[in-house]
């Protein structure tokens, strides 16, 4: 049936949903129908009596069931809408996605006591007045009618589930993968310990009628009804009750160990207790647990070497990231008389070092935006643009430079410096590389320019230098202040550079740093 309802709504479209009001008014008239034949078993009437109540009951159900129908279909509109393409896009996506899945809830909340009454109350005073019965029969019809009325609403409860199944899975394909859903429904609960009890009431009542000597009376039919329910509600319920927590027990179990997956623990698990479809269920959770605490210890050590902004991206996309062009800032840090350093110290200690430098350096880089896209040596390329485009990438480069030199000054001692070279430009990044091998490139000019500029800090004694290709990038240049250090030569490079040495930059710009003061 499910493939049946999805391959026409498919085909139909907007058109789909007259289907279930036909459903509805077909399924109405039988059990009509069927109400009347089993009341016939409690009183005795002519087939011209027979069908005249039959009638009446048919008017009396078709009046309620239009006046149902009218405010369904007025709930279902922007359904009928989405299905015809009118609302369909990402926006409207949610708000269509709760309103097909509150939709069965509120077809029956919001129709109120009117179609009960519409139904019974005209059929239970005729009866009671065409065949001369006492006065309380009025009260004897309404409320056996009234389990039918009931039963015919949770058929069309469930019905409507089921019927607008493929309408949620369409609108699904809009919503963001990381749509979490929500309780908007009857809980699974509450359909158990409601369904159940009236089924066993209906089949108490049928059984009960088609039962019946030729003697039977109309408060027999009470009688029945009386003892159907309170059966039902009594010594069923036991096993109802035992068949709810049976079900709902391991679901529980399982929406409880999915809340801890969201919030980030990675170690849920449920027992599996059960040799059926929700044993099942949860030795695959167990399995997809697994699977995702095996992805994210991966992902971390994949994030230990390379930085994390791109390991997210390989994630997303794959292993080979296409190369572009981007507008960037890059910044080579490196420490200054490391060489002497290391030729003095032994492997361990220089290594230690190292490591203290990198574990002080790369957060400040991230903190800013930014990322540390190579380890050359003692030093750093950090990339301010790529792979995340930044606006203010000249910014955010130009203060993590400040920053990380009043971080060294700070915790690694006043006997350690470092120099700093700065510049902008358009560069090409991607995954580069060969025999099973890659890394993220930033490639282009502006690389080797800002490792040059680097260099030139040795010679004019500055810790922060920057290019006139990141001067001109920046938006804050009154938090600034910028010396200049005229043309000067680069190796490599046929034309001078004009280079310009940050002094000083206000606290302001980074309310994080302790101090962001590039002394020269």
Request: aromatic share 8%; hydrophobic share 45%; net charge negative.
């Amino acid at each position: 049936m499910p493939f049946s309802l999805g391959w026409l709504y498919r085909k139909l479209g907007r058109r789909y949903f007259p289907l279930f009001l036909v459903f509805e008014y077909v399924s109405g008239t039988v059990i009509t129908l069927a109400t009347v034949g089993l009341f016939s078993l409690y009183e005795d009437m002519s087939e011209r009596e027979l069908w005249r109540v039959a009638l009446l009951s048919l008017a009396c159900v078709t009046a309620a069931m239009t006046y149902y129908a009218a405010r369904v279909w007025r709930l279902a509109r922007p359904l009928i809408e989405w299905a015809g393409g009118s609302q369909r896009s990402p926006e409207e996506a949610p708000g269509a996605w709760r309103r097909a899945v509150g939709l069965p809830r509120q077809m029956v909340a919001t129709s109120g006591w009117w179609p009960f009454a519409i139904a019974n109350v005209p059929t239970a005073v005729y009866c009671t007045v065409a065949f001369d019965l006492p006065w309380y029969s009025v009260a004897i019809i309404f409320f056996a009618a009234l389990v039918a009325v009931i039963y015919a609403t949770m058929l069309h409860f469930f019905a409507a589930e089921i019927f607008l199944r493929p309408v949620i899975a369409d609108i699904a394909r809009e919503l963001p993968a990381d749509w979490p859903g929500h309780q908007m429904g009857v809980p699974l609960r509450w359909k158990l310990l409601g369904g159940l009890p009236l089924i066993n009431v209906i089949t108490g009542m049928v059984v009960s009628g088609l039962s019946t000597e030729a003697t039977a009376s109309l408060d027999d039919l009470g009688v029945d009804v009386i003892v159907a329910v309170l059966v039902a509600f009594t010594i069923s319920l036991e096993l109802t009750v035992l068949l709810s927590k049976s079900v709902l027990g391991p679901v529980d179990t399982l929406l409880r160990a999915t809340d801890r997956v969201k919030r980030g623990d990675l170690d849920a698990r449920v027992p599996v207790t059960s040799g059926d479809e929700l044993g099942a269920l949860a030795g695959s959770f167990n399995e997809m647990m697994e699977g995702l605490a095996e992805r994210e210890k991966l992902r971390q050590a994949f994030g230990s070497y390379v930085d994390s902004h791109v390991a997210e991206r390989v994630l997303a996309e794959g292993e080979m990231l296409e190369g572009r062009e981007v507008d960037v800032t890059v910044l080579f840090v490196d420490v200054r008389d490391f060489t002497p350093f290391a030729e003095r110290s032994s492997a361990q200690e220089t290594v230690a070092f190292l490591n203290r430098f990198f574990e002080l350096a790369v957060p400040i880089l991230h903190e800013h935006g930014g990322h540390a896209n190579k380890f050359v040596g003692d030093g750093i390329l950090g990339v301010f643009g790529a792979p995340e485009p930044l606006s203010d990438h000249a910014d955010r480069a130009l203060t993590a430079a400040c920053a990380i030199d009043a971080a060294v000054g700070e915790r690694l001692g006043e006997g350690v410096r470092i120099g700093v070279g700065i510049n902008s430009g358009t560069v090409v990044v991607g995954s580069v590389g060969g025999g099973g091998r890659l890394e993220f490139a930033v490639i282009g000019d502006p690389v080797n320019v800002a490792s040059r500029v680097e260099d030139q800090t040795r010679e004019t004694g500055d810790t922060v230098l920057i290019t006139e290709a990141t001067r001109l990038l920046l938006e804050r240049p009154g938090d600034l202040a910028l010396q200049e250090r005229g043309t000067l030569p680069l190796k490599g490079k046929t034309d001078p550079v004009a280079l310009y040495a940050a002094t000083s930059v206000d606290e302001r710009t980074t309310p994080s740093a302790d101090r962001l003061i590039a002394g020269g």
